[in-house]
């Protein structure tokens, strides 16, 4: 062993061979933390504990399983074999198990995953005669897992003044009803969910003390990985495990905390030192991953946070190039600039696509990037979720755009027939479907005359059937009269779409609005685009026909092939890749506009750029845009306020496109800025927000539904300024031009009658584009 740990820096040894008292271990990024708690675990073998003796907490079973992995090759599988080690919820589940009986379960009882809860939510809605349109069973789910998280019973949430006042605001008193319904529910058929899997062994350690004591004196040493996201459950049955011998070491890192939306408490590896007075600190500083100058702008940049452990980060690496920053004119230009760097990195350093990653803020960001990527032929993935126009809620409207472009369309009939939900269920859906098949038509034309083909179905159902035929008939007579982006604004509020995404202010209903208002941007662009270039109308045909190319999954040629990664920041921790792209720096979207409004949200937002940049290896580049469509409108954007944070002497500003008075490297305090007054923030939901979290806070949980959705998209388009359009005939060959999407550009030709005059231009990073002259938007600029 003494050989082993000889391959260990002195930080990482020290931390390793302290084992007679509680300990944090903050590592930082790229400082071989996973390799520190393996060694100290086998170290504690060689030292004489049993590995039954040993408990080793994680967040995910393939962490849990590495460790294992590794700790059988330094020491021997017969001995890993035995360590009691796994996800909390793994280990709580095997204790419960065995104590099922203490607290009104049995052994054999059957865990439910979060459809299931939702599923009975539902059903318990249904149950009370509630509105499932305000009771949404997704938002209620979330109160009661952040209740449990909380260790907040349902006794105490109907005894709890200010939750009881919470939900009357948001017009749901009936929670806490709905709460100790669903637990009777559980109880009664010896289920639990995830939550309660944590829930249910505190109670069984404050509850049963005899129980408490036989697993603190089992367990002789605790570790923990991740602690900076333990959430106040985790923390509490930690603490009292480890209450009998302090025997306790907790591994993480304050500086990558970004998961409070999980329920996620800093404050439990902040305040280690108070819970544990004679706890030992060790800090793991050197970072192995990166280069120095990435190490230090990330340093620089987490200095700005207030709440932190202080340490220094370092890097014995190569210097490494500087951070690139690159300002675009809009999200399109975004989009190429950051497809022509992935290429010609590529090509001039014969790297692999597998080496590259595009990290975003929000799911919504990756359809610019996607396309950007497609056009210049470039193999992507994305990771831990679906393809932009794969996700469900896109694939919903591409549905009722398909039924109103062809009604025969079966696949896009079953799919939209009862969504929004319209009272048409499978039974009813089953006897259609047999109908069609008896008389071999469409579904669309059984539903057209239900009574020559003898449906049976009732007259409230028909009525139903005939309501949504009427509804579709209303988009088709439109079809030729109104341009893609009217036809699907119209279809997305008319069918109910909008109002079913926006009363689900979870975090999951919150990306689903962003991902329809990002879907109603592109179509937007693309018609501007198809108008720019001369088409007299833009229908939804026509953008059909482009998606359809763009969601094809036929990729055999790809088969195999390394492929570009994009994911959102919070998907990367954990990560590593040699070239990190950060996109979407902007003011309202990194840092979000939800977080402004208190200093702690703004910090975990710096913290999650500090997750972002510590992901490069050796090449780092940032980006932002000018503009952004966005609610309807194009709308002006800031660079974020992150970027000054960064000393420059780590950085490469390229493509500079400031404005706006800023300027970078000169932080403010925390006094001089203006948090709030972003989109989705009000003094109101603020307000309304601390009476719920007043009384979870230990949990950190503020994954919380606002009382006050808002309204949907502002369908109205702000009319862009037209500097060009109204004088085409000033522009000639030789003159630069700043575009609102394509950026600055050189004219090369302008040809064709004054009516319809086109002029053909160079752009310095979308490429070649002509330009009907008189409905292109750009000024001269040279």
Not at 355 to 378: C, G, H, M
Not at 643 to 653: A, C, G, H, K, W
Not at 737 to 755: C, L, M, Q, S, W
């Amino acid at each position: 062993m003494d050989n082993i740990l000889d391959n260990l820096n002195q930080q990482q040894r020290e931390a390793v061979e302290y084992i007679n008292g509680p300990s944090l271990i903050i590592a930082g990024a790229g400082s071989g933390k996973t390799r520190v708690l393996t060694y100290k675990i086998a170290y504690l073998l060689q030292q004489g504990f049993h590995p039954q003796s040993i408990l080793a907490l994680t967040f995910t079973n393939k962490a849990a399983r590495e460790m294992k992995e590794r700790i059988a090759e330094l020491i021997g599988w017969q001995y890993a074999r035995y360590l009691w080690m796994g996800t909390f919820h793994a280990v709580f589940s095997r204790i419960l198990r065995t104590e099922a009986e203490k607290i009104g379960f049995t052994a054999n009882f059957t865990i439910f995953d979060s459809a299931d809860s939702r599923n009975l939510i539902k059903t318990i809605i249904k149950q009370f005669l509630l509105d499932d349109k305000v009771y949404k069973p997704a938002r209620v789910q979330a109160i009661i897992s952040n209740a449990k998280n909380a260790l907040i019973s349902p006794q105490m949430y109907a005894a709890n003044k200010e939750l009881v006042e919470y939900d009357r605001r948001s017009k749901m008193p009936v929670v806490k009803d709905i709460y100790k319904e669903y637990n009777n529910r559980l109880k009664a058929s010896n289920t639990m969910d995830f939550d309660d899997l944590l829930f249910h062994t505190n109670c069984l350690f404050r509850d049963h003390p005899e129980v408490l004591k036989n697993y603190q004196e089992r367990f002789q040493f605790i570790l923990v990985d991740e602690y900076q996201d333990t959430n106040f459950a985790q923390y509490l049955v930690v603490k009292q495990l480890a209450d009998a011998h302090h025997r306790v070491c907790v591994v993480g890192d304050d500086a990558q905390s970004i998961y409070s939306f999980r329920g996620a408490n800093i404050e439990n590896i902040l305040k280690f030192k108070e819970v544990y007075p004679e706890s030992k600190l060790f800090k793991l500083e050197q970072n192995y991953r990166s280069t120095r100058n990435i190490v230090n702008a990330a340093n620089s940049l987490i200095q700005q946070n207030s709440e932190q452990i202080k340490k220094t980060i370092y890097s014995e690496n190569d210097e490494g190039e500087r951070i690139e920053i690159a300002g675009a004119y809009s999200d399109f230009e975004e989009g190429v600039i950051v497809s022509n760097k992935i290429w010609d990195i590529r090509r001039d350093k014969n790297a692999s696509y597998g080496d590259f990653v595009i990290l975003y803020r929000t799911n919504a960001q990756s359809r610019i990037f996607e396309e950007a990527l497609r056009k210049k032929n470039i193999p992507y993935r994305i990771y831990g979720g679906l393809s932009f126009y794969q996700r469900k809620e896109i694939k919903d409207v591409i549905a009722y755009f398909r039924m109103v472009v062809n009604p025969n369309d079966e696949e896009a009939f079953k799919r939209i027939i009862n969504f929004p939900a319209r009272g048409i269920g499978n039974t009813t859906m089953n006897k259609v479907l047999a109908a069609a098949r008896l008389h071999n038509v469409s579904l669309w034309e059984i539903i057209g005359d239900s009574l020559s083909y003898n449906l049976d179905v009732n007259a409230g159902t028909a009525r139903k059937l005939k309501d949504f035929r009427t509804l579709i008939e209303s988009f088709i007579e439109q079809l030729h009269d109104l341009s893609a982006y009217e036809l699907a604004v119209g279809i997305v509020k008319q069918s109910g779409i909008a109002t079913e995404a926006y009363q689900d202010q979870t975090p999951e209903g919150m990306s689903r609005q962003e991902n329809l208002q990002e879907l109603l941007s592109g179509i937007h662009e693309f018609c501007e685009t198809r108008k720019e270039e001369g088409a007299e109308s833009v229908g939804l045909l026509d953008f059909l026909s482009e998606v359809s190319l763009l969601t094809d999954q036929d990729t055999d040629k790809e088969a195999g092939q390394e492929k570009v990664t994009m994911m959102t920041v919070h998907a990367s921790k954990g990560l590593e890749f040699d070239n990190v792209f950060i996109v979407g720096l902007e003011e309202d979207l990194f840092p979000s506009a939800m977080a402004k409004d208190e200093y702690r949200g703004l910090e975990e937002e710096r913290r999650l750029f500090y997750v972002a940049i510590t992901r490069a290896r050796e090449f780092c580049m940032i980006t932002y845009a000018r503009s952004r469509f966005r609610n309807g409108q194009i709308n002006a954007c800031n660079p974020s306020r992150f970027l000054r944070d960064i000393d420059t002497s780590y950085l490469n500003v390229s493509n500079g496109v400031l404005g706006g008075g800023f300027v970078f490297n000169k932080p403010e305090t925390y006094e001089s800025r203006t948090f709030g007054g972003g989109y989705g923030s009000s003094s109101k939901d603020n307000s309304e927000k601390t009476a719920y979290t007043s009384s979870v806070a230990s949990a950190g949980s503020s994954s919380l539904p606002k009382a006050a959705p808002p309204k949907f998209v502002n369908t109205k388009i702000a009319s862009p300024k037209i500097s060009a359009g109204k004088n085409a005939g000033e522009v000639e060959v030789g003159a630069v031009i700043k575009h609102e999407r394509f950026g600055i550009g050189k004219v090369t030709a302008v040809t064709g009658d004054p009516d319809s005059r086109k002029a053909t231009v160079e752009f310095e990073n979308s490429g070649v584009k002509q330009l009907l002259l008189k409905f292109a938007r750009f000024d001269i600029v040279g």
